[in-house]
């Protein structure tokens, strides 16, 4: 029962806050503080007192506060930004759209299905049943039915959100921390009751309505002039919505293929990586386990190269407040990323030296303080070139003056395809508990996994290693949130198209079968197949192009709240606007053709006899 209500939680170790106190430098970063509010307090009065209290603290203690900003939020924005928000919103739009398919796609059916059973309720209005006898098991249908499809969905979700949830464990806690409780049950519960009286209601009032003189003399269903209105009408509606679906799907596809050009100034495949952690000895300058470890790992046959960062390319670091040598003072704080790296790190990810040089083996505790720094640093800090001899402090007062000795690519792309600016320091002159290999090897990395736990502990039998895994993998599970909300964008807008294309089969098809005998006439007196065919698409086509051009409309709108999530491409990508139609209008002419070639392979005399 915990699995399928979405208990899906990870394992969790608390730990007395002297351990916390007691770890290396670097270990951890950053300090979560909870507390109550006051009655009658607000946030705002909350972070102006946090704000003075920490400036007296910052006087105080300089040198612990120049790399830490403090603020005070609420809990919801603390688990929920704005561009969170812009995707929880689209989301739930989506969802919404993709609901009213198929409650539009149902309503359609049922209202076809009334049609076709015209002469059994007249029938039972003959015998003497009322309108509400009538009508009762006609809503009993649609609830019936949406119990059923609101039972399935909830299992599908339980399922769909425990594959979203062990995607993305390692990442964030999005769909972990999302749970099938009693307010999710409640609402699904009250929506199977609501769509039945909205959406079924219409349908069963139309087909309660029976004309005993007509009804009971017909020997097929016909289709009313208002009855295919309003069919058509529900048809545009069916497209309209999965215009919307399909824009954002189709956008978002487009992103995808964007996101996985970032960051492209670095090797990706063949690579191996790992995580070390050395809380006890990493920052040690009595610890030999790294140098020892890499010339173990380089050792290994099929091995091109090893090297240990602090972060992997795509990966968040550490934020470090930087001051240029002889900058003017701003209010601005340059904030930049900075990662510790062995010499070789370069040459096994071949990220491009650009000026300079890079970081050689003697560049260790005793030499000259250096760092590297990358093209986008450079052009944000000294826009006017020559970076290479250039220094700069980092944290301020106090902090340690770096020189510049080489500039080299970007591995770190913000979401709109800009670089982040980072710099990067030896190992040698900035140890580090936690590191990183990177190592290019020959064949497939997932298969070394063994031969890198083996060197491990060819060094220290009591050292732990975790994530073993290609680059690829590791990369792919950086962004693990990035393609599960796309991946759901993507699912939705699938199923709109599907819903749309039966829906409009289904009414095509309805429309055929009752219009059959015309369809005999005008064939027996002479019309040619083609002729047919063509009057069909003609008006299953017309209602689906006035539908897409209202979607459009829609779509344009959607498309306004996609700005913090498409990488790469305009929100409003014109060629997703002119694909998108095409595709929709292609699954509209395959619907429609198969119902307009069963109607050309009517028998004219079958046709005229059952007329």
Known sequence: ADWLLGGLGGSVLWVPMLLYRAAPPGLYGSLLATVRLAPGAS???LQAEVAARWETLAQAYPDVARNWRVAARSTQDSLVNEGARAVLLLLTIIVGVVLLIACVNTANMMLARGARRSRELAVRAALGAGRRAILRPLLAESLLLSVAATTAGLAASAILLRVLADMTRETDAIFTTAQIDGRVLGFSVALALLAPLVFGLFPALRSSRT?????????????????????????????????????????????????QQLGSEHRQEGVLTASLLRPDHGTSSTDDFFPRFLDEVNGLPGVTGAALASELPRRSAAVRAVEPEGAEPTEEVRRVY???????????????????????????????????????????????????????????????????????????????????PQF??????????????????????????????????????????????????????????????????????????VMAAAGIYGVVSYSVASRTPEFGIRIALGASAGSVRTMILRQGIGVVAVGALVG???????????????????????????????????????????????ATRVDPVRALREE
């Open 43 to 45: 946030i705002e009065q």
């Open 424 to 497: 990067y320091r030896p190992f040698g002159q900035a140890p580090r508990p936690a590191m990183s290999l990177v190592a290019g090897v020959a064949g497939n990395p997932e298969a070394w996994r063994e031969a890198i736990r083996n060197a491990v502990w060819a060094v220290d039998p009591d050292q732990p290693v975790d994530a073993v895994r290609s680059l690829r993998a590791a990369e792919f599970q950086d962004m693990s949130v990035n393609w599960a909300i796309f991946g759901l964008f993507v699912l939705f807008a699938f199923f709109a198209l």
């Open 211 to 259: 004309d005993l003189s007509r009804n009971l003399g017909e020997r097929s269903a016909g289709s009313g002039a208002a009855l295919g209105r309003v069919r058509s009408v529900l048809v545009g509606a069916q497209v309209a919505l999965a215009m919307v679906a399909l824009v954002v799907g189709g956008l978002l596809i487009r992103s995808g293929a964007e996101l």
């Open 338 to 420: 900075e990662s510790v790296i062995t010499h070789d790190y370069l040459k096994v990810l071949e990220i491009p030296l650009l000026e300079g040089r890079a970081f050689e083996p003697g560049d260790g505790p005793d030499a000259v303080s250096v760092a590297l720094v990358t093209r986008g640093m450079a052009e944000t800090l000294w826009p006017e070139g020559d970076v290479v001899g250039r220094r700069f402090r980092v944290g301020g007062d106090g902090g340690p003056w770096l020189r510049i000795v080489g500039v080299v690519g970007d591995t770190k792309l913000r979401q709109d395809g800009s670089a982040i």
């Open 552 to 598: 459009l409309g829609g779509a344009w709108l959607a498309a306004g709240l996609m700005s913090s999530m498409v990488v790469g491409v305009s929100a409003r990508d014109p060629l997703t606007f002119a694909v998108v139609p095409l595709l929709l209008l292609g699954v509209a002419v395959a619907a429609n053709w198969v119902p307009a070639v069963r």
